[in-house]
């Protein structure tokens, strides 16, 4: 069984400033570990995902997470917020690297000038 | 365009009437799904299905079926809705090999007053 706990349903950073999304999980086996983003009446779009290797991972809009087995966590950072990056964002777990996925709560991201 | 197409985008169904969420792709994908989202709460897995013919029950499936007749075609079906099912509904898509994230429609806003 997987599980994810997002830290956090709102945050607020300003632009130029670090956006650092927290998330945990739990899994009984290795995990697959994603992050999706979704906009204002949108489904969501993925922004980058750990299957195997390099345990940090780069994905899209300058987003990057770090896969960190000891702490159970595969937090989400980008180094300048933009205005662009206001929108929900969550954190997800799968037993494969596709499909199946447990979803965290998600976390609001609100950017201010 | 290639993806997702759900319809309709919103519903207001009474209580007790039964409703169909339509959700089609074209990208071939083997494997869709049905996610409710709501409040707080983040994405739930409703229905899957692998392959055309097969589904499975994910993590809220009470209230709510589901049939893949064909690959492109995955339509959810509340048999008797009722105000807990209000929600906004997403279908997604992947292939079922390695790196191959979720492709989200962009939902259907359902209310059951």
């Known amino acids: 069984a997987q599980s994810v706990t997002q830290l956090g349903s709102h945050v607020s950073v300003s632009e130029g400033a670090l956006v650092l999304l927290r998330c945990n999980y739990s899994?009984?086996?290795?995990?697959?570990l994603f992050w999706y983003v979704q906009y204002p009446n949108q489904g969501l779009q993925l922004l980058l995902k750990?299957?195997?290797?390099?345990?940090l991972v780069k994905g899209i809009n300058g987003f990057e997470a770090e896969f960190k087995k000891s702490e159970t966590s595969f937090h989400l950072t980008k180094p300048s917020a933009h205005m662009s990056d206001a929108a929900e964002y969550f954190c997800?777990?799968?037993?494969?690297?596709?499909?199946?996925?447990?979803f965290g709560a998600g976390t609001q991201v609100v950017v201010t000038p | 365009i290639a993806g997702i197409t759900q319809a309709p985008t919103s519903q207001i169904l009474a209580a007790g009437r039964r409703m169909t969420l339509r959700c089609t792709q074209d990208?071939?994908?083997?494997?869709m799904y049905w996610y409710r989202q709501d409040l707080g709460l983040g994405l739930r897995l409703i229905h899957y299905?692998?392959?055309?013919?097969?589904?499975g029950k994910g993590e809220v499936p009470d209230g709510y079926s589901v049939s893949r007749a064909n690959t492109d075609d995955f339509p959810l079906t509340l048999a008797s809705a009722v105000p807990s099912q209000t929600s906004v509904y997403f279908c997604?898509?992947?292939?079922?090999?390695?790196?191959?994230?979720?492709?989200f429609g962009n939902g259907t806003r359902l209310t059951v007053t």
């Open positions: 997800a777990v799968s037993a494969y690297s596709w499909g199946k996925l447990q």
């Open positions: 997604a898509s992947s292939d079922t090999g390695d790196n191959s994230p979720l492709h």
């Open positions: 899994s009984s086996v290795p995990p697959y």
């Open positions: 990208m071939r994908h083997n494997a």
């Open positions: 750990y299957t195997t290797g390099a345990t």
């Open positions: 299905s692998n392959t055309a013919g097969t589904t």
